[in-house]
């Protein structure tokens, strides 16, 4: 198992969880209070081809509450319903996508991280792709508070 696309629904209760090799996205309760996960359940499963090998990678939450994935080796980023239905592919100009993030003024722009392949062009940069929804602002960790 390889962990990635740790992200959270908009109220914190969902917490989703990717297992790249296995081409796997998992949604599991999380408690606010106590942290604990729980439940956990396939939240979509990828199929990949001989000619789309695209994993599930890392991720980004918007404020609808869908969640948004990279898909390494596969060129994208797709965005799933917050009931795992997928609802959008976004291409990127490199094969190997490695994570999403929200940002500018309002948080519609989507920024796409990219692994470098000598076999596969371009990678190793940095994209942004304009979208309609806006991202969820980062939440800071306060292990003391």
């Not at 599991?28 to 090998?53: C, H, K, M, Q, W």
């Amino acid at each position: 198992m390889t962990s990635n696309g740790l992200a959270f629904s908009p109220d914190g209760r969902i917490l989703y969880f990717s297992d790249t090799p296995r081409y796997v996205i998992y949604r599991f309760d999380y408690d606010l209070n106590t942290g604990a996960a729980e439940n956990r359940r396939v939240f979509a499963r990828i199929e990949p081809t001989s000619t789309d090998r695209g994993r599930p990678d890392r991720a980004a939450v918007d404020v609808e509450g869908c969640y948004w994935s990279s898909l390494y080796e596969g060129a994208r980023i797709r965005r799933y319903d917050p009931d795992g239905k997928m609802m959008a592919d976004y291409p990127v100009p490199a094969r190997n996508t490695t994570m999403p993030a929200f940002g500018g003024a309002d948080m519609k722009t989507l920024f796409v991280t990219t692994a470098r392949d000598k076999k596969a062009g371009p990678g190793g940069g940095l994209y942004a792709l304009p979208v309609d929804t806006p991202g969820l602002a980062g939440t800071l960790f306060e292990p003391y508070a």
